[in-house]
């Protein structure tokens, strides 16, 4: 197995305890730790360089503009934009998606138009297209799963059809692990004539990602899920697209010229970010970015598919587990939800803590995918580049006496 357990040394929480057990972390998919290059590269922004950006002529401000500006070019080189003003700063994938939403959506839907989901969403990505259909009288519609927990690609065609203005998918589950159908969901959409915006909050942190080569209108992702701090993430759009969009945000920083009744816009990305953006989190973001660039995103992939792969192996061995989410690595991410007999997974996540294991329990902002599922929520251990099989060893021993304890026969 392509080891990076020396990865290890540079997050300084995976050394603590819990309950006098070693950390085992296995909520990547929720937030991920932080490298020590990610929080040296804020704290010293706050101790040299602190000022607001784009305003100041002296010296510390030009230098907290340079630092913000230039972890604006990391992350459009992560992502393969074709300039840096289509990396517009959100304060994550949430806001990203909304700022679409109203942005784009709000202007260009009408009664009667539809916006075309999946049902293995994120709330994030439904319900801003619920408020903004609200008020347009626009309706959603859902490309179905497949038994395997697949997007069921057959039903494209019965789903994106001449009425669909937006098609808005996840790149990966954040429950099921799957890769959404990147090709298939773009090409279906422009053949309508619609847009396609990606909610790549699982995707770029696990797998290369090349917004030229998928070729849709918006993809939307997170800092902190990627190594990076909280509070900030990007939308990434196309410019012609941006050049359509309306902000969602008025104040500071994102006009031209205002006057008493009227205003007009800054150019991008200037135009999408109202205020005083989050500076300390957005280089914390560029050097989460040169930290994955410099292990390689092929071969984070890699080492996920392996660690899931083991993970998928070795759970299968636990009687009375389901596993829900395809069985192959090629077409899904780490993000392992399962359910145990018919232990409630709260009380399962309870009882793993006890072990220093630390997964999510619940129905992981997908309630809609729960009921799919026909389940109210599922145990979630996911993975990251500074897991180790040894960890997925505790986790199924965890499990075993999980078992045990609730007297499962
Ligand atoms: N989309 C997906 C696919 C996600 O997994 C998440 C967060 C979001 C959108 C929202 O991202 P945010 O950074 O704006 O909050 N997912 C999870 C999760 O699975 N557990 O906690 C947060």
Same mark, same amino acid.
């Given at each position: 197995?392509?080891?990076?357990?020396?990865?290890?040394?540079?997050?300084?929480?995976?050394?603590?305890?819990? %309950?006098?057990?070693?950390?085992?972390?296995?909520?990547?998919?929720?937030?991920?730790?932080?490298? *020590?290059?990610?929080?040296?590269?804020?704290?010293?922004?706050?101790?040299?360089?602190?000022?607001?950006?784009?305003?100041?002529?002296?010296?510390?401000?030009?230098?907290?503009?340079?630092?913000?500006?230039?972890?604006?070019?990391?992350?459009?080189?992560?992502?393969?934009?074709?300039?840096?003003?289509?990396?517009?700063?959100?304060?994550?994938?949430?806001?990203?998606?909304?700022?679409?939403?109203?942005?784009?959506?709000?202007?260009?839907?009408?009664?009667?138009?539809?916006?075309?989901?999946?049902?293995?969403?994120?709330?994030?990505?439904? *319900?801003?297209?619920?408020?903004?259909?609200?008020?347009?009288?626009?309706?959603?519609?859902?490309?179905?799963?497949?038994?395997?927990?697949?997007?069921?690609?057959? &039903?494209?065609?019965?789903?994106?059809?001449?009425?669909?203005?937006?098609?808005?998918?996840?790149?990966?589950?954040?429950?099921?692990?799957?890769?959404?159908?990147?090709?298939?969901? *773009?090409?279906?959409?422009?053949?309508?004539?619609?847009?396609?915006?990606?909610?790549?909050?699982?995707?770029?942190?696990?797998?290369?990602?090349?917004?030229?080569?998928?070729?849709?209108?918006?993809?939307?992702?997170?800092?902190?899920?990627?190594?990076?701090?909280?509070?900030?993430?990007?939308?990434?759009?196309?410019?012609?697209?941006?050049?359509?969009?309306?902000?969602?945000?008025?104040?500071?920083?994102?006009?031209?010229?205002?006057?008493?009744?009227?205003?007009?816009?800054?150019?991008?990305?200037?135009?999408?970010?109202?205020?005083?953006?989050?500076?300390?989190?957005?280089?914390?973001?560029?050097?989460? *970015?040169?930290?994955?660039? &410099?292990?390689?995103?092929?071969?984070?992939?890699?080492?996920?598919?392996?660690?899931?792969?083991?993970?998928?192996?070795?759970? &299968?061995?636990?009687?009375?587990?389901?596993?829900?989410?395809?069985?192959?690595?090629?077409?899904?991410?780490?993000?392992?939800?399962?359910?145990?007999?018919?232990?409630?997974?709260?009380?399962?996540?309870?009882?793993?803590?006890?072990?220093?294991?630390?997964?999510?329990?619940?129905?992981?902002?997908?309630?809609?995918?729960?009921?799919?599922?026909?389940?109210?929520?599922?145990?979630?251990?996911?993975?990251?580049?500074?897991?180790?099989?040894?960890?997925?060893?505790?986790?199924?021993?965890?499990? %075993?006496? &999980?078992?045990?304890?609730?007297?499962?026969?």
């Amino acid at each position: 197995m392509l080891d990076l357990s020396h990865l290890r040394a540079d997050f300084p929480i995976l050394d603590r305890q819990v %309950h006098g057990k070693p950390l085992v972390y296995l909520d990547s998919a929720a937030t991920t730790q932080k490298p *020590v290059q990610v929080l040296d590269a804020m704290d010293d922004y706050y101790r040299h360089h602190n000022a607001n950006v784009h305003r100041g002529a002296y010296t510390m401000a030009e230098e907290a503009t340079e630092l913000y500006e230039g972890a604006r070019r990391r992350v459009a080189r992560f992502i393969n934009a074709a300039a840096p003003e289509e990396v517009v700063f959100t304060r994550g994938t949430t806001s990203a998606i909304n700022a679409v939403a109203y942005g784009w959506g709000l202007h260009h839907l009408q009664p009667g138009d539809r916006i075309a989901l999946t049902t293995m969403e994120h709330h994030a990505n439904i *319900v801003p297209w619920q408020l903004v259909a609200r008020v347009t009288g626009a309706e959603l519609t859902y490309l179905p799963l497949t038994a395997d927990f697949r997007v069921d690609v057959g &039903a494209i065609g019965d789903v994106i059809d001449s009425r669909v203005k937006i098609v808005a998918f996840s790149g990966m589950s954040n429950v099921l692990g799957t890769i959404g159908p990147l090709a298939e969901a *773009v090409a279906a959409a422009r053949a309508v004539g619609a847009i396609s915006v990606i909610d790549a909050a699982q995707l770029v942190p696990h797998h290369p990602t090349d917004v030229r080569a998928i070729g849709a209108d918006f993809l939307a992702f997170s800092a902190h899920k990627m190594l990076g701090p909280t509070g900030v993430g990007a939308l990434w759009g196309r410019r012609d697209r941006f050049e359509e969009m309306e902000p969602a945000e008025g104040g500071g920083e994102m006009i031209r010229d205002v006057q008493l009744h009227s205003s007009t816009w800054a150019d991008l990305p200037h135009k999408f970010e109202a205020g005083t953006p989050p500076i300390a989190e957005a280089v914390g973001f560029g050097a989460a *970015v040169d930290y994955l660039e &410099a292990v390689g995103m092929d071969r984070v992939r890699d080492h996920e598919r392996e660690i899931t792969r083991y993970a998928l192996d070795r759970l &299968a061995e636990i009687p009375d587990l389901t596993v829900y989410g395809p069985d192959d690595t090629a077409q899904r991410g780490g993000a392992v939800s399962f359910t145990l007999a018919d232990i409630h997974p709260h009380d399962l996540a309870t009882i793993l803590d006890q072990s220093g294991v630390a997964v999510r329990a619940g129905h992981h902002c997908a309630k809609p995918l729960m009921r799919v599922l026909d389940v109210p929520a599922t145990a979630r251990a996911s993975f990251y580049l500074y897991n180790v099989p040894g960890e997925v060893d505790v986790l199924v021993a965890a499990l %075993h006496e &999980a078992r045990r304890l609730f007297g499962v026969a």
